[in-house]
C-alpha cells in the first residue's frame, strides 16, 4: 500500500490521540493537536504531566485514551515512540502516524508486525492538513 492510500485509511478514524501533546504552543505536540482541531477532527491529548491541553482533558498514556480512538499521532523521541507502539498494540490502535524525527526502524517494524497501518515516510500531518497558525 502507497502512503497516500495509508493517509486516507487513517482520516477514517473516528477520534484521533495525540501523543507527546505539548501546553507549549511553539511546540510541534502542540501544533498536531491544534491542527486537528481547525480541521474539525476531535483529538485527545496524551501527556502525562498536564490536566489540560488547548482546553481539552489530556490522558496520560495511549492505554487511557477512549475506546473509540482508533489512530494516534505520536510527536515523541524514537525511543518513547517504541514505548507508544506497544502501548498501541496493546489497545488496539489500528493506525499510527509517526511525524518526522519520531520514527525508528524498531517501532516501524512493529507496527507492521501487528497489521497496524503506520506513516513514518516524513509525511507530516501540518503539511497534509494545512495547518496554520492564528
Not at 511553539?26 to 491541553?53: F, H, M, S, T
Not at 482533558?57 to 517504541?82: F, G, H, N, Q
Request: hydrophobic content about 40%; some cysteine; overall charge negative.
Amino acid at each position: 500500500m502507497d502512503v497516500p492510500e495509508r493517509i486516507d485509511m487513517f482520516f477514517d478514524a473516528q477520534a484521533y490521540g495525540v501523543v507527546g501533546a505539548s501546553t507549549n504552543r511553539d511546540k510541534y505536540g502542540n501544533k498536531v493537536l491544534r491542527c486537528y482541531l481547525q480541521n474539525g477532527y476531535r483529538a485527545v491529548p496524551v501527556n502525562p504531566r498536564a490536566q489540560e491541553i488547548e482546553g481539552i482533558a489530556c490522558v496520560p498514556t495511549v492505554m487511557d485514551l477512549p475506546d473509540d480512538v482508533t489512530a494516534i499521532s505520536v510527536i515523541t523521541p524514537p525511543r518513547i515512540t517504541e514505548e507508544v507502539v506497544e502501548q498501541a498494540i496493546r489497545k488496539g490502535i489500528r493506525h499510527i502516524w509517526m511525524q518526522p524525527g519520531a520514527s525508528s526502524p524498531e517501532a516501524v517494524a512493529r507496527c507492521d508486525e501487528s497489521g497496524i497501518n503506520v506513516i513514518a515516510d516524513g509525511s507530516c500531518i501540518l503539511v497534509v492538513l494545512g495547518y496554520h497558525e492564528y
